[in-house]
């Protein structure tokens, strides 16, 4: 942010009055030209003992929260929800609290660099202006289709900035990964929507409505798609706010989630049998009712029992649950979509729905009008290492992805990457692949910056989240949309004339100026300026009424559907099911808060661990904190046992999220990273079958303990 006049010249060029107000809530225009102080030189609106408030939006996760951040003498103090924002009510996830221990983090990184050699610490620092000559020159001089852009699932203001970038070079599209959207299966989902609905979208899973919820692998209180938005509804569910009665809950899947913990029935079938169950269920259904189903014809009933483990009576039992259900819903989710045959598995739960009314829309279109832009999935990753691989990229940008730790170490994202001539990254942290490229120019931290994001699912009303800087940034870094708009400008041509912004937030008010147009939003202006204003001040723009599609059920009821048997790879004795942390998300790491919480299942911090359901453990001759070494085809690791009761004797669990070889102090060297031994195979929709690895495990004769917080005497009897 330019710093070249002060809040008090500004205030005596304007006046006291609606300036005033605009500037001193942060949410002007002239805001971005105006130093945000530390309280080592205090700054001018400072009152002693009050503090100043910001709305802006959570950058943990892509489900973008409306936060609002306390800050005293110009330092964040406390992030909490915002109460207006339509996605999370005022509440909040671990995550977003800790998101300040990302601010302070002490292995930032604190300005731009050349790296001297790819995973060398030895560096020479740079000045910003040399670094935007490195961005422009090789945008400049390598061919567009040697151009490559690898982007997180946020913020959106950035890939749309990207994504005009690329076409005024004539460069493929960027392209949006993350581990969380893999192991949430987005891709599957929305193919299976497309599939069985014939509409394109994200569904929306009204869990206030219903008064009877089965999930099949939705862990939808811990991080998948929503988690604080599904929380509010399944509070409402639970509390009977929208039926006269509390709501009745059962899971399915192999291990007990955080969110099948909160079931009233938790139902452990086999791995990859999910679809078949799901059939079932609607055969029964569907022949109580007399009614002729294509996807649940020809379904054996006894076959799926004795497959999946589920006796026929209780498969019986659970139909008639759905049947007398006032409002049923039936929710796929991604550990029954982590299979080799996860799309098919996805289809028929989702054809359940249709013979159950299930309050069931499709998530709006953004207020722009445009489809969210979904992360690619593994195959379209595994596309682009193979390009890198056959040495087609020349020069490699990415902002907010790590893939060196996140994909399968199989895929060979790392080897690929040495056959990149020019990688440059905008790391805000040193992480893997921060570690890997040629020169690192850092982003602001999120409560540094401008920006906005789009909302995927998770809100009936469109919405358009926004991001303002709390504070001054900390170190030397500089917006990446600032320094590719420079670059821009340097490039001249057609590339300046498509990117002709001074800066960042001149772009996202471009970006904003449509919908001024717009009539039922929850605030309007005559002009951008004031509209920006209250943009940040609100924390974002949303309509005031409703815009989700209600799907019609006709092409599901019509569809015929075969759902083939997973597949599974290697030769071991136990299903490997990874899971994304519930504290950690899939890059909360390196912040020590996050660490420090127990997770809610076994209440283990700081380090990585393997359950194991008790009667296998003894079989093996297995205690607590006993190493064992983890085997698959594709490599191994050690990792000290758990003993966990809830989990399936033929399935064994890790927790993905830690294992980071950098990162910094608080993740690098603890635990390990599950990824290392996928075996990457895709499913139909071509997202990663991440539980259809087999592994063996091997004793080591070693013990490392573990640091958990609960007491073994209180679960097992022993002292």
Known sequence: MSQEISRRDFLKLGGLGAVATMVLTGCGTAARYVRRTPYTKMPEYTFTGQSTYF??????????????????????????????????????????????????????????????????EQITPLDWNAAIQVVAQALRETSPQGIAFLLGMAPDHL??????????????????????????????????????LGQDGLPWFDLGAANVVFSFGANFLETWLSPVAYTRLFSQMRRGERNEKRGYFVQFEPRMSQTASKADEWIPLRP?????????????????????V??????????????????????????????????????????ALAHTNGLENAEAILTLNALLDAPITLSPLSPFGDAYHQPASLQEMAALIERMRRGEVQALFIHGANPVFELPAALGFAEALQKVPLVISFATFPDETALQADYVFPDHHGLESWGYQRLATGSAFPTLSSSQPVVVPFYNTQATADVLLAAAAQIGGAVAQALPYTDEVAYIQARLSPLLEQKNGFFGAPEINTFFAYFQQYGGWWKTTEETVKPSWENAFNRRLQVKAAEFAGEGEFHLLPFISPVLGEAGANKPWLQEVPDPTTTVMWNSWIEINPQTAEELGLQDDDVVRVVSDQGSFEVSVYRYPAIRPDVVAIVFGQGHTAYGRYAQGRGVNPGQILKPVTNAAGDLAFAATRVRLEKTGKKRAISRLESILGVYGEH
């Not at 996760?61 to 909490?80: D, H, S, W």
């Not at 005024?168 to 599957?188: C, D, K, N, Q, S």
């Not at 049998?273 to 007399?290: N, S």
């Open 159 to 196: 890939f749309d900035l990207v994504s005009d970038l690329a076409r005024a070079l004539g460069a493929p599209a960027p392209i949006r990964f993350g581990a969380l959207g893999m192991f949430e299966a987005r891709a599957t989902l929305r193919k299976a929507t497309q599939n069985v």
């Open 272 to 292: 990859g049998t999910e679809g078949w169950v799901a059939q079932a269920l609607g055969k029964l259904i569907a022949d109580a009712r007399g009614l002729q």
């Open 55 to 120: 709305a802006t939006t959570c950058r943990e996760c892509p489900a973008a929260c409306g936060l609002i951040v306390r800050t005293f003498q110009g330092r964040a103090i406390k992030v909490e929800g915002n109460p207006n924002h339509p996605v999370n009510a005022g509440k909040t996830c671990a995550r977003g609290q800790a998101t300040l221990h990302g601010l302070y983090n002490p292995d930032r990184i604190q300005g731009p660099f050349k790296r001297s050699a790819r995973g060398s």
């Open 294 to 335: 294509a996807a649940f014809s020809g379904v054996n009933v006894e076959e799926v029992a004795q497959n999946s483990g589920i006796e026929v009576a209780e498969l019986q039992r659970l139909a008639d649950l759905l049947m007398k259900a006032r409002r049923a819903l039936v929710i796929p989710g991604g550990a």
